[in-house]
């Protein structure tokens, strides 16, 4: 078989989950079209507005599409297939279930943020933390959405359009964007954004196809990793948006209180997380192809970083014109999630103190502290600032995926959806903190697995005690 077919079977494989295996977390879920959604009972005019179907799908995927999905699979293709296998499996069986369950509890919650959703699952000092918790990693991820596209748009401008002209015109619009009704800037500027994100995905994997590019000119099973880093825990940190991401639990409640039906639940938010899915995949095998070997595309990101690969790779499959087109593509994915972050964590604090944010000065008191601690923030070296980010952002996605499974529990569903990938994720988090050398403990890698595994069943064990119990004292 060519190995060209690897990538159309896997994309086949992320249509094919999206309806077998969507359509089951939603029956599961209990979703009921009948039943009444945030955005006709609590509609504002501000951030509870109904928008066409289309429109909600759209900004829900440039919401959560940040640059995670190109810089995490490149990085990750450094380990050769098991990124690939990665992206699929978790895309269908953890992303997509986590970003269905985290948007439509929201939906069932009134469109609260995870804090809200977590403590109420979880117990109030869970509420407690992740509101800290939450709040800090939005802004971590404004700041780093600001960085990675101000570098990108540095490239294709003259030279006194450099970085920090970028992040200044970068933050002004992110400003607006967190301020203003989420239909004046978001909604109206989404669909350019979302046309040339298409542009971008479609017209690299096409020319992949035309150019005679050799698919996976160099994999095989073995780790391939050029300095022989440990696949396990490493590449589930790595490739995080492209499969699995908790930040996608804070933007999920920006679109639940958008949404005009909870049957919309599987387009929109299970929806979205696979075409994300697609979005990884198509730059992880760019990252195996375009590059003859992973020591070649080591070379390329010492060079410049995954910014480097983009502008390389994008260029020489697509020449000039189109290889801007393809990095404004991937400058879009940051800019629309590092806005909505922002915007996500004005409204954790504003729930946080119950701060009505109608009036327009009720916003600015919190966005402009909070920009503030941002522009500060943005000054600190980027690469220690996605250390952080990327295993808080993975810690997340297994606390929501306990919240989501606990709640499954106490509704007497089938929560294995949802517990199986906590359990893996718990594993995942607890083994690279661990690990690594510069932020964590410097555990050796063996050991280190297997504290993740003790804490993963430990998790589980106490999850099948406690959380059966709430569900048996609730129902009575």
């Known amino acids: 078989m060519p190995n060209y077919m690897y990538f159309i079977l896997a994309c086949v494989a992320l249509v094919v989950g999206y309806i077998i295996y969507g359509g089951i977390v939603a029956r599961i879920f209990g979703a009921q079209p009948a039943r009444p959604v945030p955005a006709h009972t609590h509609a504002d005019g501000v951030d509870f507005v109904e928008m066409p179907t289309w429109k909600v799908w759209l900004v829900q995927l440039l919401n959560i599409a940040g640059v995670g999905p190109v810089f995490g699979p490149i990085l990750g293709a450094l ?19 986590h970003d269905y369950m985290s948007g439509m509890l929201s939906v069932r919650y009134n469109g609260a943020n995870v804090p809200e959703i977590v403590g109420d699952n979880l117990g109030s000092a869970a509420k407690q933390m992740m509101r800290v ?5 939005l802004v971590l991820v404004g ?9 990108l748009l540095a490239k294709l401008t003259p030279a ?7 992040v200044v015109i970068i933050f002004a619009y992110y400003f607006l964007a967190t301020i203003m009704p989420i239909d004046a800037i978001i909604g109206r500027f989404y669909p350019i954004f979302g ?11 096409v020319t992949m196809f035309t150019s005679g590019t050799e698919f996976y000119n160099s994999a095989h099973w073995a780790n391939q990793h050029p300095k022989d880093l440990p696949i396990f825990p490493l590449v589930f940190i790595t490739v995080a948006c492209g499969a699995l991401s908790g930040f996608h639990a804070t933007q999920s409640p920006l679109m639940a209180r958008c949404m005009a039906n909870e049957k919309l639940g599987k387009p929109v938010f299970y929806g979205s997380m696979i075409a994300e ?5 198509v730059w992880a095998t760019v990252g195996m192809s375009f590059y003859h070997g992973p020591e070649a595309l080591q070379a390329a990101l010492a060079a410049g970083g995954p910014g480097n690969v983009v502008s390389e790779s994008s260029f020489a499959l697509m020449g ?8 404004l593509g991937v400058v879009v994915l940051p800019i629309t999630s590092g806005d909505t972050a922002f915007r996500a964590a004005r409204l954790t604090i504003a729930e946080t103190f119950r701060y009505s944010q109608k009036p327009i000065m009720s916003r600015l ?8 601690v941002g522009i500060v923030l943005s000054l600190v070296d980027f690469n220690i600032i996605w250390r952080y980010f990327g295993w808080a952002n993975q810690s997340l996605a297994t606390i929501m995926l306990w919240t989501a499974a606990v709640w499954l529990a106490r509704h007497e569903r089938l929560h294995w959806i949802c517990s199986l990938p906590a359990v893996f994720m718990t594993a995942v988090c607890v083994s690279y903190i661990c690990y690594e050398p510069k932020m964590g403990f410097g555990i050796n890698i063996d050991m280190a697995n297997m504290i993740g595994v003790a804490c993963a069943l430990t998790a589980m064990v106490a999850f099948m005690m406690v959380g059966r119990r709430k569900a048996a004292v609730q129902q009575a």
């Open 79 to 97: 380990w050769g297939p098991s990124a690939l296998i990665w992206i699929v499996i978790g895309s269908i069986f953890a992303g997509a279930v």
């Open 133 to 137: 918790f939450a709040t800090v990693l």
């Open 143 to 151: 700041v780093v959405f600001v960085a990675a596209p101000a570098g």
């Open 160 to 166: 006194w359009m450099d970085m920090k002209f970028w």
């Open 195 to 205: 046309a040339i994100l298409i542009f971008m995905a479609v017209g690299i994997t």
């Open 277 to 281: 899915g697609f979005i990884g995949l």
């Open 320 to 327: 000039t014109v189109g290889g801007v087109l393809a990095i």
């Open 365 to 372: 008191y919190i966005a402009m502290p909070m920009f503030a």
